[in-house]
């Protein structure tokens, strides 16, 4: 027969185990196809590439634009989209992070460059394993791609 205490242990586990199961997948975020270009001509040519601090690198980052994420990216990794022209508030976030934004006017035929990195303003040990991310744009020659 199992002792009183050894129950106990057993049943916080569990309530242990399915909070955490809970937390994980209401952070998570689902991707949708990219929107369809309606003028390749015109489109804009939007490069992204993650950082790669060991701060948050357990993750992988989302990134989208219009409500919607398109893209995830691990460390190290760049991705290369046509993006129709207008204005387009691109969002960045983690699994469990809040969103953080960057608004840019896309222009035709226009080629940007945006590094997806940890956000300096995190709590240095509360945000270790799941950081906040920020998108920054910079000048396309200086990606070592």
Known sequence: MMSRHR???????????????AILA???VSKSLLPAITETNDAATVTIYRSDELQGSLTDV???WDD????????????????????KTFKIRAHADWSNELALELTPQQEICLIAEVNP???VGLNWVVSGYRLRQLPCESLAL
Do not use: D, K, W
């Open 7 to 21: 129950q106990m242990n057993l049943s916080i586990t569990r309530v242990a185990a399915i909070t955490l199961t």
């Open 68 to 87: 919607e994420y398109f893209i995830s990216l691990a460390p190290q990794q760049h991705t290369q989209l046509l993006v129709n022209p207008g204005f």
């Open 62 to 64: 989302y990134i989208g």
């Open 121 to 123: 303003q995190n709590v």
């Open 26 to 28: 209401s952070g998570c």
